[in-house]
Nanobody
Framework: QVQLVESGGGLVQAGGSLRLSCAAS????????MSWYRQAPGKQRELVAV???????NHADSVKGRFTISRDSAKNTVYMQMNSLQPEETAVYYC??????????????WGQGTQVPVSS
């Protein structure tokens, strides 16, 4: 069994910063991609950033230069530093990880989501 537990969300003022964390636990052989998504009210869930097992990253154009995804493989944890947050980025932020439970069997898992309200 695997759980992804997110932390670090909360109210932040426009222009402020926040750092999200997501720790995976359970039966883990290895973890492939880890990523962050967000879903704003009334909108589709969108991919924000991805980090691979070897540390390569990709960020959505809308957050490049402001958000930084990273991971600590020893802790099975993915982070996202978010700077210069704007009210339109108010959303529920979800972590996602493709976790191998054995050498040949893996699942994509989702965290429960963490609220990030950005006030004006």
């Amino acid at each position: 069994q695997v759980q992804l537990v997110e932390s670090g969300g909360g109210l932040v003022q426009a222009g402020g910063s926040l750092r999200l964390s997501c720790a995976a636990s359970g039966t883990i052989f290895s973890i492939n991609d880890m990523s962050w998504y967000r879903q704003a009210p009334g909108k589709q869930r969108e991919l924000v950033a991805v980090v691979t097992s070897v540390g390569s990253t990709n960020h959505a154009d809308s957050v490049k230069g402001r958000f930084t995804i990273s991971r600590d493989s020893a802790k099975n944890t993915v982070y996202m530093q978010m700077n210069s947050l704007q009210p339109e980025e108010t959303a529920v932020y979800y972590c996602n990880a493709h976790i191998m439970h054995t050498l040949a069997y893996g699942y994509t898992h989702w965290g429960q989501g963490t609220q990030v309200p950005v006030s004006s």
